[in-house]
């Protein structure tokens, strides 16, 4: 009925002025997205590729100098068309200038990024907490091995002395002793982080010098907010620093909190096939997708999709069985550890329940669109939130708020629902036949498996393939899509343009569902797309050349990753010495201005695509790149175009090779011991 009354209202609209919609081919460079936009535009239900069409942003805000920080804004000052000649005299009511507002801006979006991730491992962390209390019996310690591993970071002790003699301490005594130290983290009233000293001692030796290493996580996030209201600080460089602090407590804190006690409750992911994008939807299936970011109940509901007597529920309703897919990064978190395949990317989401197929929508947090109601409510779909600070307004969602306590109750009652709801499917349902095999489910512990091999279980042969030449150097390349930009172009090209040139791409978040679309993340990949010494290197270990390391805070794998490599030797002795580069080509979230500035903090050259919401203040966004690369190593930049946008990664990876004296090794040259610690000299 909904589905009838949608359609005439829009048959009424058309024939008054035809509504102004997006070009489904200028939209996206995928098919499959291109075929649902089409279909969306059939039935008259708008998405977001038409709203980018009737709706321009606005340029001030695009230039990052509209300040709205008090009641005497918004006190807006452009960019003048030409640029600024002679001194820049442009203030807001209370004097502010363009380089204070931009530094407002920008870090007030580190926060917004930092609190996201966060918050998410806080989440996480009180999970762990119940578990090591025995408050929750629905979860478990999956994997002692990686709690045996970070313990040390928490210096949390794993063996004890007994009579003299050393023995292993008991795993529940270190599960408490970890917990606690870990929500600690969040609050506590003296020192810095844990983790800090994760990073290699040369970085750790900068941020101390620079007065940037985190006290504690929400205490950085809450300073932002202190410092860039009205009549605070009001200096670009000091307000960065903070920024820098905050941003620092997201990547070594946050971020990197939530990926490991995450591994520790869920298991840490293991190299695994799938597939990726609409196309894994099941016409003849229950279809439920789960979206958002935190896995502790997308967990639940994979095993409850798995339960017999589940299967056997959908069976009685006339399905064949139940298909559970994923968005954004909920669907990576799941993808990585049990292989279910992600149907969509962000900007795809609408168009999932335009498929008519999908029974129930589960969303958690972050980059969940409110319009899924608006398009749920055109469609049998039962659009369910679980999470108590994530709630929507419109009347058709559900809302199961999910509890720890009892999780599987809350997942069963969840997958129960939409089998139910399989028989009020309309008749026309339209899933796009595109979908794309995937080998996912690469981590830290992984890489090192595949290329040191259990006998030496380091980074070694990555390195010395680096040194080589064979592989060129390291790029992550992470992030969103952007309803300003055609959608999963620039991840594309970037991505291909890298393991043309022999750059090994290590990838996260959309970007990674956009790469498993296009069939990069296969080993076959390799021969098809990469230079020659990358295929050789991909061919013979038998990994894909761009490896999916999950989620969006999963990006503390990239960093940890590339700890691994300095401590591997022979590629000096920062993050900012190796040749490697970070990229996000169409980002759009507040999270993405964090992950990039921790990137920057860490010594990694970082530049993103679409732009960047500095421009409007040449002096501050000069800083960021200029400034910064003299303290850290690393630096902001911004291309839009693609393959500049590469070639440009490309250039600094091969500048900091000269710097390293390898760059004229193409020829493959076997190291020793003695050569290695030659170069390490
Ligand atoms: Fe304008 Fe200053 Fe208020 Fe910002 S804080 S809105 S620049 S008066
Ligand atoms: S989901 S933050 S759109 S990567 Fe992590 Fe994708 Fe960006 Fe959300």
Known sequence: M??????????????EKAPKVANAVEASIDKATQEMILRAQELGIETVFDRAVTMKPCNIGMQGTCCKNCAMGPCRLPLPKGGIEGEDTRKGLCGATANTIAARNFIRMVAGGAAAHSDHGRCVAEVFMSVARKESHDYQIKDPDKLLRIAPHFDVATTVEVDGEVKDRELDEIVLEVA???LGEWGKAEGELYYLKRAPEALYEKWKKYGVLPRNIDREIVEIMHRTHMGVDQDYKNLIKQGTRAAIADGWGGSMLATDLQDVLFGKPYPIQSEANLGVMKEDHVNIIVHGHEPVLSEMIVAAVQ????VEYAKSKGAKGIQLSGIC????????RHGIPPAATFLQQELAIITGACDAMVVDIQCIFQNLANVAKCFHT???TTHPIAKMEQDNVIHIEFDEHHAMEDATRIVKMAIDNFGNRGAEVMIPRH????????????????LGGTFRGTFYTLNDNIINGRIRGIAGVVGCNNARTRHNEAHIQVVKELIKNDVIVLTTGCNGIACAMEGLLTPEAAAVYCGPGLAEVCETVGIPPVLHLGSCVDNSRILL???????AGGLGKDISDLPAAGSAPEWM???????GHYFVSSGVYTIFGYMMPTSGAPVFHDYLSKELEKMYGGMWDLEPDPIKHAQKMIAHIDKKRVALGIDKARERVLMDMADRQALEA
């Open 2 to 15: 909904a589905e009838e009354k949608k359609l005439k209202v829009v048959k009424v609209a058309k024939a």
């Open 180 to 182: 606690e130290k870990a």
């Open 307 to 310: 339960s017999k007597e589940m």
């Open 329 to 336: 990064c909920t669907a990576n978190e799941i993808l990585q």
């Open 382 to 384: 039962k659009l369910i």
């Open 435 to 450: 979908k794309s095999s995937q080998v996912a489910g690469f981590g830290v512990e992984s890489i090192e498996y595949h």
């Open 561 to 567: 990753a590339a700890t691994e490599v300095v401590k």
């Open 589 to 595: 979230s507040e999270k993405a201005i964090s992950i």
